[in-house]
């Protein structure tokens, strides 16, 4: 089992620049989550999905969107890119029990 | 008052002792507990999960809780080099509900 993979691992932008991180799980999980990590901030969550066709708001959703059309796949969208979204991102899957997470992106936008 | 509260170090111990990491928190309706070891420029990685009240022990790991004190504690026996890492505590009130964190304790295993 690869678990959970997330793609890219790095990636840079302009500010204004749309991007789309993909996160894979091939561990039969319901629940799917992006989080944010930054120095001081600790772990933040963007957006979340509880199955396949589902998704809701978490703490910090703006200038996110998500979409999760098969169970195994989130994808986590940066339409016009700030900033302020330069952050190392981490999805994570779990089947309610504890998350495990993915290895991350980090993303630079400048 | 932050809902999760976590003194973010960084704890240097020396290669052998027994350490000790701790949260508090105030939601008294949280159940579910976890602990998370994550390496520089990795993701976090499941250590411990547990519910309500106790202990539970995996190897050289224990984690406890204590809900009356809102209070939980992961101590680690016999430290390693290896074990240094930043320390995460995570929480959630219902197992469907999204998990709050910790900002994470620095820990470094002096050899």
């Known amino acids: 089992n690869a678990g959970v993979t997330q793609t890219p691992k790095f990636r840079v932008l302009k500010t204004g620049q749309s991007m789309t991180l993909l996160c894979a799980q091939d561990?039969?999980?319901?629940?799917m989550y992006w989080y944010r990590q930054d120095p001081g901030m600790g772990l933040r969550l963007i957006h979340y999905?509880?199955?396949?066709?589902?998704?809701a708001k978490g703490e910090v959703p703006d200038g996110y969107n998500v979409s999760r059309l098969k169970k195994q796949n989130f994808l986590l969208g940066l339409e016009s890119a700030a900033p302020s979204q330069t952050s190392v991102y981490f999805c994570?899957?779990?089947?309610?029990?504890?998350?495990?997470f993915g290895p991350g992106t980090r993303l630079t936008v400048l | 008052q932050k809902e999760v509260e976590q003194d973010p170090g960084p704890l240097s111990v020396p290669e052998g002792a027994i350490v000790s990491l701790n949260c508090t928190y105030s939601?008294?309706?949280?159940?579910?507990f976890m602990w998370y070891r994550q390496y520089s420029r990795k993701g976090p990685e499941l250590l411990m999960y547990?519910?309500?009240?106790g202990n539970k022990e995996d190897g050289r790991f224990t984690a406890q809780v204590d809900k009356s004190s809102k209070y939980i504690s992961l101590f680690i026996r016999d430290s390693q080099p290896s074990d240094s890492a930043t320390y995460l505590c995570?929480?959630?009130?219902?197992?469907?509900?999204?998990?709050?964190f910790g900002k994470g304790t620095r820990l470094h295993i002096l050899p």
């Open positions: 994570a899957s779990s089947r309610g029990q504890g998350e495990f």
């Open positions: 561990m039969n999980h319901e629940y």
């Open positions: 999905s509880v199955g396949e066709g589902t998704t």
């Open positions: 939601n008294s309706a949280f159940q579910y």
């Open positions: 547990t519910y309500s009240s």
């Open positions: 995570a929480m959630r009130e219902n197992r469907d509900d999204k998990i709050i």
